[in-house]
């Protein structure tokens, strides 16, 4: 019974079935069970495929988002250059606004 295919074990549910309500009752309750377990194996591996794809877009998440932080870090240093820049040049130019003062007094 071991090398059992759908048309014997449906031969012998059927058989099962014509015997009286307790092998009919243990006949549907096996198909019951038999579809259950497909059913079960169908939503394990579509689960297995859902884990799998959020995995990868997990990884893609992750990759961008150093991207986007690389990106910040890199303008956050040219803002920081640019402030200092400009730092500089207000001073002069309140020095030389002095001096013009100075001079026109």
């Known amino acids: 019974m071991t090398n059992m295919n759908s048309t014997d074990f449906l031969r012998l549910v059927d058989h099962a079935a014509g015997m009286n309500d307790r092998w009919l009752f243990l006949a549907a309750f096996c198909l019951l069970l ?25 990884e893609d998440h992750h990759t961008a988002l150093a991207h986007i932080i690389q990106n910040q870090n890199e303008t956050a240093l040219q803002l920081a250059v640019c402030l200092d820049r400009n730092t500089v040049a207000l001073q002069d130019c309140t020095q030389e606004l ?4 100075e001079r026109n007094q």
């Open 98 to 101: 002095r001096r013009i003062r």
């Open 34 to 58: 038999v579809l259950c377990g497909v059913v079960i194996r169908w939503l394990v591996h579509q689960l297995q495929a859902v884990i799998a794809d959020h995995k990868h877009l997990r």
